[in-house]
Structures are given as C-alpha cells and as structure tokens.
C-alpha cells in the first residue's frame, strides 16, 4: 500500500512492523475457527504477501500459529490462553 512522503518521513520502521504482526494477529484471532494461505491474508489484510510470510514465519517458530501446507492458524495453545483471558475478563466484570 504506498503512502506520501510525509508519512513515509514520519514512519517508524519497527513500529510499522510491529503493527504487521498486530494486524495479522488480530485477524487470527477474530477468525480462529479458519485456516488461511499467506496469500489469503495478504488479501484480506492488504499487506504485501511477503511480509506475511515472514511474520507468519516467525510466529510459526514462537508456537503461534500452527501450518498445514500451506495453511496457517493459531495454535491450540494460543486459543486456550485467550478462552482463559476472555473467561477472566467475564467473571471480573460480573464484579
């Protein structure tokens, strides 16, 4: 996706990667009960496939994401976490 100079100027490259991995996360996370290809991701997260991959790469190495060539989810063991967390978050609020 291109942006101005301006933007470009003002941009934190970490930061800018940062957000990619967020980004891809969070769309994990909303559509857990699916496996997508980089490709797919890329599309639906209107980054360029590549850097999908790597961020895909590394959360593959961390235990995030689980693959089935050449498919990606989270992990069961990720899913579990957050069910914990989402399950924490309920009962304080009943509070």
Do not use: C, H
Request: charged residues 35%; positive net charge; hydrophobic residues 30%.
């Amino acid at each position: 996706m291109p942006i101005t100079r301006e933007q470009f100027e003002k941009s934190d490259f970490k930061q800018r990667a940062i957000n990619n991995e967020d980004y891809l996360l969070e769309f994990l996370k909303k559509n857990s009960n699916m496996a997508y290809t980089p490709v797919e991701l890329a599309e639906s997260l209107k980054r360029s496939s590549s850097i999908i991959r790597q961020k895909l790469r590394r959360l593959l190495k961390a235990g995030i994401v689980e693959r089935k060539v050449p498919q990606y989810i989270l992990s069961k063991k990720v899913l579990k976490s957050i069910r914990r967390q989402n399950s924490k978050k309920k009962s304080r609020s009943k509070k």
